[in-house]
């Protein structure tokens, strides 16, 4: 990942930084996971990459209080990704049923 935003999610929370983060997000992921997911073949279709991916963004809302620099870097970040999934025509539909059990 190469952009400025993706800064706060190339590796796992750890308890040192965020100590009740466990506490509070029940499915973490970030990029480091997501990128050994796919060196591993973890990832069946393109759909579950996707799921991840959105997941990311999911617990950094979950986490993050609106205005702080992570939640500010998750939203520019969805928006790049989301305008790229649009323009190459990639849905995840997986997510959003998960993410309506979750709330």
Not at 8 to 37: G, H
Request: glycine share 2%; with cysteine.
């Amino acid at each position: 990942m190469k952009r400025d935003d993706s800064w706060p999610f190339l590796r796992p929370v750890t308890k040192r930084v965020a100590a009740d983060y466990f506490d509070i997000v029940k499915q973490p992921m970030d990029f480091q996971t997501i990128q050994n997911k796919i060196y591993r073949y973890q990832y069946l279709c393109s759909l579950t990459l996707l799921d991840d991916i959105r997941l990311v963004f999911f617990n950094c809302f979950l986490y993050n209080k609106p205005g702080t620099p992570v939640h500010t870097a998750g939203l520019e970040l969805e928006a790049y990704f989301n305008k790229r999934c649009k323009e190459l025509n990639l849905t995840s539909q997986n997510f959003s049923k998960q993410r309506k059990r979750t709330l």
